[in-house]
Each structure stands twice: as structure tokens, then as C-alpha cells.
């Protein structure tokens, strides 16, 4: 067997669809232009570009959702700030798996994480004069940035890989420093790289949040999925760990899209410090007439955006919050599948001469996930995504993440049972052709 995917018929595609560059195409981009040459050649791609849940959507979820629908909720307008049984659960998971205090009126449902951090940077950007920038500790969700970039906001960032440790503390401090960081964001476990931040770097966070006061925007997306620990046991240790032990300036992203898969009905949820929540901002009560941080992220920036999130859904996401707190739903043994690919996933790329390139935490190896990284010795990350192309095999460029690494994003979500042969057959290839 040959390469699956001929030249001309890539760089036809690639023409069609106006992509100069692999590295440089969105991640949807990067979909479309799998999807248009397996409809071509009839060839399947191995999809590991795409971070859509690969595991059916908690039953719990589906028929409360249901349920909601059938007494009649889609006639009305839900609350803005969210409806009271899915912010009293939300308050109760957050308590349940992270062990932090957070009362439910600071539990706050937005149309996917996607509007949490879109609003949460808003909020920020209109607290202080002097602070106007967006801190993103890398590699991160490319969108993050994008978002920031949309509404016009001043951006700075660094790479994890060298700031590990004391070298995090004293990174974020020389640029916390200039007192013009008005949010600190990163994702834990991380997208793309899938490393962990520890409770002593959580804690470096926090303390370096509060003494230049700047607030964290700490995405959960994958909240309970560093599988070197047993997350998944409702008010017992170990919890997941969280800067919110160590500082009061934070806003916690809660995704329902990875932790319980339901990413098409685009719910989740923002939870707000009370002491952040109730803080008093002489500026908003200036430009807007509301005095707190809560009030100003509801029924200014909330409002504005989607006025609330669908009203069936709040009580998907209520129920499933519930089922996970009375330990009727282990979100986080259905999830281990995740890791049990990645396992596989590993095994394969690095039997045929490829590493991982965040591959620990500290000194310890990153936990089996969603996702992982991979490099090839002499490729840049560009190079290997557009030679692995040809090969069938699709996922992102490292660079399109932020990271200074070179490599490629690998997601896991999408993979079935048939893909780890092919895979392997697709590597040998690849070997054999790109000596």
C-alpha cells in the first residue's frame, strides 16, 4: 500500500477551500478538509482533530431535559442568572468534587464554556483602568485567544513547559508586576498538552492573584480526568485541584460538553467566588449603574450576550449535577475510556519513532486523556501535521495552541476500535515513504 491521499488531490483540496497552510486552518477547517478527501478518495481518515465528545450523553441529562419539555418550559424565558434547582446542584458538585464553598447565586449557567470565558474576559476588562490585558498561560484552547483578539483586547503569554515549579511562581510574577493583567486563563488538565498543574503551582496562582489583583479564569473542561488519582468519589479526598484553595479571585469554567458529554445541547457553568461575586467595583456602578462584579456579569454582560441559556437544558445539567453528587452517575469512571485510548494511542505513535512532547509534570508522567502531545525529530509541528496528511491521519498543528513546542495536538475522543490498526498500518507507511 501507497500513500492513501495523492498530492495533486490534496492541494486541490486545500486550493478549493482557500487553506494556504495546514498549521495555520482552524480546527473546523481542518475537519472540512478531512471530510472533503475521504468523500473523494473513499479513504477513511484517523480524526484526531477534533475535541467533540466520543461517549453517548449522560441518560440523566436526556430525560430530565425531556421532562422539562414536556411541562412546558420552552414557553417562557428562563431566569438570566439561571434557574434555582441548576444553581443550588452546581453549588453542590462544585462542593461535592472540588471541596471549595461557593453559595448558588454565584453559580451561573452560560451557553457553553465557550460564553464563560467570552463573558468572564468582558467582566475583567471593565473593573480598572490599568488593567487591560488578557493573560494566557499556554499551550491553551485556541479559541481563548481568538476571543480576546475579537473584542479588542490586549493579549501576553508564555509556554508552560519551562515554567514549572518555582520557575511559574516567578514567571507570573514579572509580568503580574506591571499591574496590567486584568485575567490570568489556563485549563487544568490541559488542552492541548494534558499536563496538570500541582497544588504547589495552584497555590502560586492564587497568592500571586490576590497580591496583584488580577482574577483567574480556570477552565474545568476536563474536571476529574487526570486519572493518576481517584477523582471520581462525591465529598470524599481526593478532590480536583484548583486554585480556588488559594486565592478569591476566580471564576471556575464548568463545562457539561466533556464531563458528562453533552456538548450539543451547549451548557455550562461560571462559578464566581461570593467574596468576588458581592465585591464592589466604583467603576461598573460609573459606566453602568451596578456596583458588584455578580450583578454586572448577569444582567449587563449575560443579558447582552444570549439573555440566559436554553431553559430545558438548565435542568439536564441540574439533574446530571445531582446524579454525580448522590453517586448515582461516576462521570469520571465513564470518561477512563478517554484514557484507555490515549494509552493505545501512545503505544502506536511512539513504536514508530515519535514522542511525546509535554510529558511530564515535574517528575512525574502526564496522565493518560483527552488529549496528548507528539513530535517526530526533524519536523517542525507544521511539517508533520501536512506529511501526516497525506497518511490519513488528521490533527493540530502544537503552534496554533500557543505552545513553543514542536509537535501536534492529539485528541482522542473520536477514535474507534478499527482505528488502532489502521493507525498502525498508516505509521509504518509513513516510515517506509518518509525515509
Given at each position: 500500500m501507497g500513500i492513501p491521499f495523492q498530492r495533486d488531490v490534496v492541494e486541490d483540496v486545500l486550493q478549493r477551500m482557500r487553506i494556504s497552510k495546514v498549521g495555520d486552518a482552524t480546527i473546523r477547517q481542518t475537519v472540512a478538509l478531512s471530510e472533503e478527501l475521504e468523500r473523494r478518495t473513499g479513504e477513511k481518515f484517523i480524526h484526531l482533530e477534533m475535541g467533540s465528545p466520543g461517549l453517548p450523553a449522560s441518560r440523566f441529562g436526556i430525560e430530565a431535559q425531556k421532562e422539562a419539555l414536556d411541562n412546558g418550559v420552552a414557553s417562557s424565558y428562563p431566569n438570566i442568572s439561571g434557574i434555582t434547582p441548576l444553581k443550588e446542584q452546581a453549588s453542590r458538585f462544585v462542593k461535592a468534587f472540588l471541596d471549595i464553598d461557593v453559595k448558588p447565586e454565584g453559580c451561573i449557567p452560560t451557553v457553553g464554556s465557550m460564553m464563560g470565558t467570552f463573558a468572564s474576559f468582558i467582566v475583567c476588562t471593565h473593573l480598572s483602568p490599568e488593567k487591560d490585558t488578557i493573560l494566557f498561560i499556554n499551550p491553551g484552547f485556541s479559541v481563548q485567544p481568538l476571543q480576546a483578539k475579537v473584542l479588542g483586547y490586549k493579549r501576553e503569554a508564555f509556554d508552560v513547559y519551562d515554567c514549572r515549579g518555582e520557575r511559574l511562581r516567578d514567571k507570573l510574577e514579572s509580568i503580574l508586576a506591571k499591574g496590567h493583567i486584568a485575567g490570568i486563563v489556563y485549563s487544568n488538565p490541559n488542552n492541548p498538552s494534558w499536563v496538570c498543574l500541582t497544588e504547589e503551582e495552584l497555590r502560586y496562582v492564587g497568592e500571586l492573584a490576590t497580591k496583584y489583583d488580577a482574577i483567574v479564569i480556570e477552565d474545568l473542561a476536563y474536571l476529574g480526568m487526570d486519572f493518576r488519582k481517584e477523582l471520581g468519589h462525591p465529598f470524599e479526598p481526593p478532590y480536583q485541584a484548583t486554585v480556588a484553595r488559594y486565592t478569591k479571585n476566580y471564576m471556575l469554567m464548568l463545562s457539561a460538553s466533556k464531563i458528562f458529554s453533552y456538548a450539543g445541547e451547549r451548557i455550562a457553568t461560571v462559578a464566581i467566588s461570593d467574596e468576588l461575586y458581592n465585591r464592589v467595583y466604583p467603576k461598573l456602578k460609573e459606566e453602568f449603574g451596578i456596583d458588584t462584579l455578580g450583578r454586572f456579569f448577569v444582567f449587563v454582560v449575560v443579558y447582552t450576550l444570549s439573555s440566559g441559556v436554553t431553559h430545558s437544558v438548565q435542568y439536564a445539567l441540574a439533574a446530571m449535577y445531582k446524579a454525580a453528587c448522590d453517586g448515582t452517575l461516576d462521570f469520571v469512571e465513564e470518561t477512563r475510556e478517554y484514557a484507555r485510548r490515549a494509552a493505545r494511542l501512545k503505544e502506536i505513535f511512539l513504536r514508530h519513532g515519535f514522542h511525546i512532547v509535554y510529558d511530564k509534570d515535574l517528575d512525574e508522567p502526564v496522565s493518560d486523556g483527552f488529549f496528548f502531545t507528539i513530535g517526530r525529530k526533524g519536523y517542525t509541528g507544521d511539517e508533520l501535521l501536512d506529511r501526516l496528511l497525506y497518511y490519513g491521519v488528521s490533527a493540530i498543528s502544537l503552534r496554533t495552541t500557543g505552545s513553543e513546542q514542536q509537535g501536534i495536538r492529539v485528541c482522542?475522543?473520536?477514535?474507534?476500535?478499527?482505528?488502532?490498526?489502521?493507525?498502525?498500518?498508516?505509521?509504518?507507511?509513513?516510515?517506509?515513504?518518509?525515509?
Open positions: 482522542t475522543s473520536m477514535v474507534k476500535e478499527a482505528h488502532y490498526a489502521l493507525l498502525d498500518e498508516r505509521l509504518e507507511i509513513f516510515n517506509r515513504m518518509e525515509k
